[in-house]
C-alpha cells in the first residue's frame, strides 16, 4: 500500500483515509473547539499527508505515528492560527448564555467555605479590595479605577489584606 501510495494510486490513499481518518480525528478533537474545526483540520492533514508521502520513511517508524504526528502538529498548528482566533471571537452568544450564567453565579458563590465570615474580619476598604480583585475578577488597574486610588496603593493594601487574611485561616 505504501509504494501504492507514492504512486499516486488514489485508491490506496482512499483506503488509507477510511482506515485511519476517525483515529485522527479523535487525536485532533482534543485540541479544537468543534466538530467543524477538527473535520476541516482532517482534511488539511490528508492533505499534507498525500503532498508529503515520498517524505514518509519506513525505516524511522510507523505510518500510524507519522500521520499521527501530522495531525496533532496540524490541530496545534490550527488553534494557533489567525483563523481560530477569529473564529472564537465571532462565535454566537446563545451557544454561550448558558455558561455565561454559570460563571457568573459562580464568582458569588464564595460564600460556601466560610470566606465571607473571614473577609468581614478585615477593615472595610480591605474587603473590598479583595472581593474586587479575586472573585470579581478585575485586574490590579481595574481596581485601582474602580476605587480612584492609586496602582501603588492597590498593590500595597491587596498584599496587607492578603497577610491579614492569613493570620486570619491560621
Given at each position: ?5 507514492r504512486?499516486?494510486d488514489q ?12 483515529a ?21 492533514c ?13 525505516d524511522k517508524?510507523r505510518?500510524?505515528?507519522?500521520m ?6 496540524s ?5 494557533r ?8 471571537k465571532?462565535q454566537?452568544?446563545d ?5 455565561l450564567?454559570k460563571n457568573y453565579n ?11 465570615t473571614?473577609?468581614?474580619k478585615?477593615?472595610?476598604?480591605h474587603?473590598?479590595i479583595?472581593?474586587?480583585a479575586?472573585?470579581e475578577?478585575?485586574?490590579?488597574e481595574?481596581?485601582s ?14 498584599r ?6 492569613r493570620?486570619?485561616?491560621k
Amino acid at each position: 500500500m505504501i509504494h501504492s501510495i507514492r504512486q499516486g494510486d488514489q485508491q490506496a490513499f482512499s483506503y488509507l483515509y477510511d482506515k485511519y481518518s476517525n483515529a485522527l480525528l479523535g487525536v485532533i478533537n482534543t485540541y479544537t473547539e468543534s466538530q467543524e474545526e477538527a473535520e476541516d483540520v482532517l482534511q488539511t492533514c490528508f492533505v499534507k499527508i498525500w503532498n508529503n508521502f515520498g517524505q514518509y520513511s519506513e525505516d524511522k517508524g510507523r505510518l500510524y505515528t507519522w500521520m499521527l504526528n501530522i495531525a496533532r502538529n496540524s490541530a496545534i498548528d490550527y488553534t494557533r492560527s489567525k483563523g481560530s482566533k477569529n473564529n472564537k471571537k465571532n462565535q454566537s452568544i446563545d451557544g454561550n448564555m448558558y455558561e455565561l450564567n454559570k460563571n457568573y453565579n459562580h464568582s458569588e458563590n464564595y460564600d460556601h467555605i466560610g470566606l465571607n465570615t473571614i473577609l468581614q474580619k478585615l477593615k472595610e476598604e480591605h474587603q473590598e479590595i479583595i472581593k474586587l480583585a479575586y472573585f470579581e475578577g478585575f485586574t490590579h488597574e481595574e481596581v485601582s479605577k474602580q476605587l480612584n486610588m492609586p496602582l501603588g496603593t492597590v498593590k500595597t493594601k491587596i498584599r496587607q489584606a492578603i497577610l491579614n487574611l492569613r493570620e486570619l485561616i491560621k
